[in-house]
């Protein structure tokens, strides 16, 4: 977008594609001895305060995490926006809201017209390993509205070209199971009338503040159910918890996420000295 970004603290990285980014972040964190220390294919829906001061995590019945302190960081993304048609059974492993399950050979469709959904069509198309996918793109809009200048040009660049299918300016009426048990893919209805059957879609459609999980971690919010905290070390109004990342601004910066890091720890130390 034309704007620096100035990292405040110990970590940065340069502008890069986003598997060359995770790269770069899993190498630092296993040179740190961090990476095995994640704990992933859980969900938390709170994070409180036990009788003996410490936060207490729990990641199921029989994994418990005690912490003096906790960084909420789980941005917008955490809790994605939905369509209001209802997911068939059948094919719910199939209606994503990510690309993590995408695998090469499939018929995918992309819904959405922003930044997000622009980055997951494009970035399908790029990707050495999913050179055998078919990506099409769908948007209710003709025309891209909602995308930052670079995720336009190159959206409409494979848009021009036909490696990306034009399936803009329609709505998605609702989606049902198509083929037999065991083989199920997606038909979906256009408000148009036409359908077409796909292996795949992801639903790149923005996303809302974890509000259940603030709440319930007795985290204030304001008006927009955004979490209330200090700007200079983003601890809320519970000591010891903070909040940083998307989760705190519609910005959807990294960098400022790292800065948001920084300001944390930088006051967890001058508290501990």
Not at 3 to 11: L, M, Q, S, W
Not at 82 to 91: D, Q
Not at 92 to 110: A, D
Not at 181 to 205: H, I, Q, W
């Amino acid at each position: 977008m034309g704007r620096k970004a100035e990292f405040e603290g110990n970590v940065s990285f340069d502008e890069c594609s986003k598997e060359e980014y995770i790269k770069q972040m899993d190498d630092l964190l296993a040179s740190h001895g961090l990476l095995e220390k994640f704990v992933y294919n859980t969900e938390i829906w709170n994070t409180v305060t036990g009788d003996d001061g410490l936060f207490v995590i729990k990641l199921d019945e029989d994994n418990i995490v005690k912490a003096k302190n906790v960084i909420v960081s789980v941005g917008r993304m955490g809790k994605p926006n939905k369509p209001g048609y209802k997911f068939p059974r059948a094919i719910r492993p199939r209606l994503n809201f990510n690309l993590s399950n995408v695998c090469n050979g499939e018929k995918v469709m992309i819904v959405g017209g922003g930044d997000t959904a622009g980055e997951y069509a494009y970035g399908l198309v790029e990707l050495e390993d999913m050179q055998d996918c078919t990506v099409t793109l769908n948007y209710r809009k003709p025309t891209i509205t909602r995308m930052n200048p670079m995720n336009t040009e190159m959206t409409t660049k494979y848009l021009d070209n036909g490696k990306l299918i034009n399936k803009m300016g329609v709505d998605v009426e609702g989606v049902e199971v198509d083929g037999d048990p065991g083989e199920e893919r997606v038909k979906v209805n256009f408000t148009d009338g036409t359908s077409e059957v796909y292996e795949r879609v992801v639903y790149a459609l923005g996303g809302t503040s974890p509000v259940d999980f603030l709440v319930n971690s007795k985290i204030d919010v304001g008006r927009w159910d955004e979490p209330l905290m200090d700007e200079k070390t983003m601890e809320t109004n519970i000591k010891g918890l903070y909040t940083i990342g998307d989760v705190v601004t519609d910005q959807g910066s990294i960098a400022l996420a790292f800065n948001h890091a920084s300001y944390v720890m930088n006051d967890i130390v001058a508290k501990n000295k």
